[in-house]
């Protein structure tokens, strides 16, 4: 369960060394992380990949090999070992941070043998209109784990436990292969037609086989690492039946309600609401509308309206369920998903997710710690700024100002339990300038700054509660008392 005004950190980025240290790096790193006002880290996969200790996690080849068995090249995962992951858990566990889990069950990549396997190939933009006749390929679809030698299961995946793939190693031809008596799910996203299909061969959630056998790893996965929730990849691409069952047995497992996050890509704010309401409100989904808008307004040379920036949100339209982010590590340059905010209007855009009540925030490890492929895009002064203001100060009643297409706002008042706490936010894309906001009478009389340190007028608050708050150009302003 997220902890109140909580936030989580993805902490990775996709061009992290491969050294081998992340979980090294976290043991170290776990008091501080508390101490800056992080509830919960978000862990990259870490079990392993085809690409072994290059791999970033989403390649999986092994849900059982957390960095203990001699496979695909190496012992350790990218990130480190078993044991080290396994450390890093409990040491964050013991200065009070949350961890989640990344979970990729959509496909596995890096099979030990080949099989033959009736086909029939699909076109790549449409994935309901055939383009051959039924033939036979040879299909990479048989995981039997040699290095693992069947410890913690003795499950072999076969073609069977697959619905397709998209390389024909006969014939070394690349395409969307689909297998004879294992149609595409209907139940996914209707990009290309049909969104069962990402990559590698793609996993058949309709065998029962293959459902038991994710029940059993999920048992196994909670039982040995006490992760405290999950964050699952490629929702849209697995049948929308299956996760509700699915973490509905997890959490019995569990003993207690734990928290669960979805990537679902898409930027149709109703398609997100329609998967939530196909899965029973089962998980919450990263609010892609929201990056979005984020990254619109970074891009348009001040011609963004930002009176604008929340409509068609999933954290306005459903907060519970809002995980708000800026960006991460799909969306960093470099990326085939590649939409980043730009640097100059990260402040704002963290002000937006961290500086208002509405939805679970997750801070980017490239925002905070940098990222190789961008240097200087660390703002992490400015983020622990405003980690600092989100448990001290954001409380009370909440008045929003987005009533302007460049400067907008919004306060929140504050209340008794929380001594001086409240806040004033101010920004815009474009030309600065001031905007009457009300922060409650109760503060009338005193004097607010900017703690961003941008703009240097200080803020006298009338009798009825008012301020005329300013920002400067392309900047954003957060106010408290002085």
């Known amino acids: 369960m997220k902890k109140t005004n909580g936030v989580m950190m993805q902490y990775f980025e996709w061009y992290l060394p491969e050294n081998c240290k992340l979980w090294k790096q976290l043991s170290k790193n776990a008091a501080e992380l508390n101490k800056k006002g992080f509830t919960a880290l978000w862990l990259p996969p870490a079990y392993k990949g085809q690409a072994g200790k290059s791999d970033v996690g989403y390649g999986v080849y092994d849900l059982y090999d957390l960095g203990e068995f001699d496979q695909k090249g190496s012992v350790e995962t990218k990130y480190g070992s078993r044991d080290e992951y396994l450390k890093a858990i409990d040491d964050l566990h013991a200065n009070g941070l949350q961890v989640y889990a990344d979970i990729v069950l959509d496909h596995m990549i890096g099979a030990d043998e080949q099989e033959i396997v009736e086909a029939v190939q699909d076109a790549e933009d449409d994935r309901n209109r055939e383009v051959s006749e039924e033939h036979k390929i040879k299909a990479w679809t048989k995981f039997t784990f040699p290095g693992r030698k069947g410890k913690y299961s003795d499950f072999i995946w076969d073609h069977t436990c697959f619905s397709g793939v998209d390389f024909d190693a006969r014939t070394k031809e690349k395409g969307i292969y689909n297998f004879e008596d294992a149609d595409w799910s209907e139940n996914t996203d209707k990009e290309n037609g049909n969104s069962d299909y990402l990559m590698g061969a793609n996993v058949d959630f309709s065998n029962p ?23 699952l990849d490629a929702v849209k691409h697995i049948d929308s039946s299956f996760y509700p069952d699915w973490l509905y047995l997890m959490r ?20 997100l ?185 200080e803020v006298t608050i009338d009798e009825d509660g008012n301020g005329e708050f300013v920002c400067e150009d392309g900047s954003c302003s957060v106010y408290i008392k002085k």
């Open 252 to 271: 019995v497992h569990y003993g207690a309600e734990f928290f669960s996050v979805g990537e679902y890509w898409n930027g149709d704010l109703s398609v």
């Open 209 to 231: 086989r293959v459902r038991r056998h994710m029940i059993d790893w999920g048992h196994w996965y909670l039982d040995t690492t006490h992760v405290d929730g999950f964050r």
């Open 273 to 457: 609401q329609n998967f939530i309401s196909a899965t029973g409100r089962c998980m919450s989904l990263f609010d892609v509308p929201l990056h979005f808008n984020l990254h619109h307004a970074s891009q348009s040379n001040g011609e963004y309206d930002m009176s604008k920036l929340l409509d068609n949100t999933l954290v306005a339209a459903d907060p519970a369920l809002a995980v708000t982010f800026v960006d991460n590590h799909d969306t960093q340059p470099g990326q085939a998903l590649e939409s980043t905010v730009q640097e100059w209007f990260l402040p704002a855009a963290y002000a937006v997710i961290l500086l208002r009540p509405q939805g679970y925030p997750c801070v980017f490890y490239g925002d905070y710690y940098g990222l190789d492929a961008r240097e200087g895009r660390n703002i992490q002064p400015v983020i622990d700024i405003m980690l600092k203001l989100r448990h001290k100060n954001l409380y009370g009643i909440q008045r929003d100002y987005f009533d302007d297409s460049s400067v907008v706002g919004w306060t929140m008042e504050g209340d008794d339990e929380h001594k001086n706490s409240g806040l004033a936010v101010i920004m815009t894309d474009k030309t600065g300038g001031t905007k009457t906001m009300n922060v409650g009478a109760v503060h009338k009389g005193e004097v607010w700054k900017d703690t961003l340190g941008n703009c240097k007028a």
